[in-house]
T-cell receptor, first 113, second 116 residues
Framework: KQEVTQIPAALSVPEGENLVLNCSFT??????LQWFRQDPGKGLTSLLL?????REQTSGRLNASLDKSSGRSTLYIAASQPGDSATYLC????????????FGSGTRLSIRP | NAGVTQTPKFRVLKTGQSMTLLCAQD?????MYWYRQDPGMGLRLIHY???????AKGEVPDGYNVSRLKKQNFLLGLESAAPSQTSVYFC???????????????FGEGSRLTVL
């Protein structure tokens, strides 16, 4: 059974800092891993999707890496801004079915001006 | 493009009442999902579908039923609502990227359900 864990549950940093969010998964035989952003009271927005054959993906100030052997993914945010404040979630397919996508509980990020 | 649309967006039920949440996607995606989100618990998968006419159980399927009669629609039903089903429900869809590969997830805006 796939389990996805995100630590820490909450993080507060001053504006301008570079930061790393962590995601770990128990089943390394995944097809892909996705990072999402969720603003309060809103739905989820896909940020980055890393296929199993890739080691990282970049979009603007965001960079996500995937290390299947260690069961870990990281989301790196460069030069953080107050607008980056949100909850960040990662999701990975389950063990028995690649279409059964399991989420971590998220990291609530707050960027202080 | 509308993307993924959920109706209704808000609903209040009394214990024991039934209701259906509708999810519609206009992207011709094969896979569709229903999740619930509760404070501090992330998103938990209720049921999912890998194609028209198919459904499968997720992590927390008890108390819910689903149907996928048309490719673009995925219905989530509560036959006898309970206060424990108070939650925000999210629908998502995904293209099938290849043989049993799930692609990028696209989410609806959510449906907030309160059971009194």
């Amino acid at each position: 059974k796939q389990e996805v864990t995100q630590i820490p549950a909450a993080l507060s940093v001053p504006e301008g800092e570079n930061l790393v969010l962590n995601c770990s998964f128990t089943d390394s035989a995944i097809y892909n891993l996705q990072w999402f952003r969720q603003d309060p009271g809103k739905g989820l927005t896909s940020l980055l999707l890393i296929q199993s054959s890739q080691r990282e993906q970049t979009s603007g100030r965001l960079n996500a890496s995937l290390d299947k052997s260690s069961g870990r993914s990281t989301l790196y945010i460069a030069a953080s801004q107050p607008g980056d404040s949100a909850t960040y979630l990662c999701a990975a397919p389950g063990y028995s079915s690649a279409s059964k996508i399991i989420f971590g509980s998220g990291t609530r990020l707050s960027i202080r001006p | 493009n509308a993307g993924v649309t959920q109706t209704p967006k808000f609903r209040v039920l009394k214990t024991g009442q039934s209701m259906t949440l509708l999810c519609a996607q206009d992207m011709n995606h094969e896979y569709m999902y229903w999740y619930r989100q509760d404070p501090g618990m992330g998103l938990r998968l209720i049921h999912y579908s890998v194609g028209e006419g198919t459904t499968a159980k997720g992590e927390v399927p008890d108390g819910y039923n689903v149907s996928r009669l048309k490719k673009q629609n995925f219905l989530l039903g509560l036959e006898s609502a309970a206060p424990s089903q108070t939650s925000v429900y999210f629908c998502a869809s995904s293209p099938a990227g290849g043989l049993h590969r799930a692609g990028e997830l696209f989410f609806g805006e959510g449906s907030r359900l309160t059971v009194l």
